[in-house]
């Protein structure tokens, strides 16, 4: 997470008053001594000492296809397990998704896994 502006103002001023070295300063408000070096250098190269954007990150493999298809295959079979719902996202779309990831689709989309009424109960709840 981003150090606040606050926090960056201070540390300049800080800097600028003669407080200390860039060590001292680091110790004085609980940051890595990197981050000051790092926060001082950016000042005097861009004039900025506001935190960069996000840089982004790994693109997510279930786009809105793929979501459009989960519902459908959801509508079509409600009691589809995750191992078949990724077998057919991946034979359909021709993308690989793992257990975890489709139970995180799932999520996101509100389509909760329940099972149906008519589902066997499970053999440890009738042997209590």
Do not use: N
């Not at 300063?25 to 790092?38: D, N």
């Not at 057919?88 to 690989?96: I, L, M, N, S």
Request: glycine share 6%; charged share 30%; proline share 3%.
């Amino acid at each position: 997470m981003a150090y606040s502006t606050d926090l960056r103002e201070k540390i300049v001023r800080a800097y600028d008053e003669g407080l200390g070295s860039q060590r001292k300063i680091a110790e004085m408000f609980g940051v890595s001594r990197s981050f000051v070096e790092k926060l001082l250098a950016r000042r005097r190269t861009t004039g900025e000492i506001a935190a960069l954007p996000h840089g982004g990150g790994r693109t997510a493999l279930c786009q809105q296809k793929e979501h459009d298809l989960v519902r459908r295959l959801i509508q079509q079979q409600p009691d589809a397990t995750l191992d078949e719902l990724c077998e057919a996202v991946e034979h359909k779309r021709h993308v690989r998704i793992s257990r975890p990831t489709m139970s995180r689709v799932l999520q996101r989309l509100s389509l909760g896994r329940k099972k149906s009424r008519s589902t066997p109960v499970s053999e440890t709840l009738q042997e209590s």
